[in-house]
């Protein structure tokens, strides 16, 4: 294990490259074999800090704080008229009936 210099604590092992090629195949990501040595390091440096902050004693927080106050800021739902079709889809590239036609994405 290799002594980290901010902290006193050890460092966990840097994830190997087989678990970063597994994670960028899952992300669809092609990396060289130096990107996969210089990612292996840096998302371990990533683990370890979660690791830190899993250190720390979080009880007296509740689940649900917040550094600053959140308001609604969505406004009330109000039924109003709409567009009519024909002018909505009137530059549409293809449609098909009443809606937009799109290109399928799914693998």
Same mark, same amino acid.
């Given at each position: 294990m290799v002594q980290s210099t901010n902290h006193e604590r050890e460092r966990t092992l840097p994830l190997d490259r087989d678990a970063v090629a597994h994670v960028a195949a899952l992300a669809h990501i092609?990396?060289?074999?130096? %990107? &996969?040595?210089?990612? +292996?390091?840096?998302?371990?440096?990533?683990?370890?800090?979660?690791?830190?902050?899993? %250190? &720390?004693?979080?009880? +007296?927080?509740p689940p649900t704080a917040h550094a600053v106050p959140l308001d609604n800021v969505l406004r009330e739902d109000i039924v109003e008229r709409s567009w009519p079709p024909e002018a909505v889809l009137a530059n549409a590239p293809r449609r098909v009936g009443d809606l937009f036609e799109v290109q399928a994405i799914l693998d």
């Amino acid at each position: 294990m290799v002594q980290s210099t901010n902290h006193e604590r050890e460092r966990t092992l840097p994830l190997d490259r087989d678990a970063v090629a597994h994670v960028a195949a899952l992300a669809h990501i092609d990396l060289s074999p130096e %990107e &996969l040595n210089e990612f +292996s390091f840096e998302l371990s440096s990533v683990v370890d800090h979660i690791a830190r902050l899993q %250190e &720390l004693d979080t009880s +007296s927080v509740p689940p649900t704080a917040h550094a600053v106050p959140l308001d609604n800021v969505l406004r009330e739902d109000i039924v109003e008229r709409s567009w009519p079709p024909e002018a909505v889809l009137a530059n549409a590239p293809r449609r098909v009936g009443d809606l937009f036609e799109v290109q399928a994405i799914l693998d």
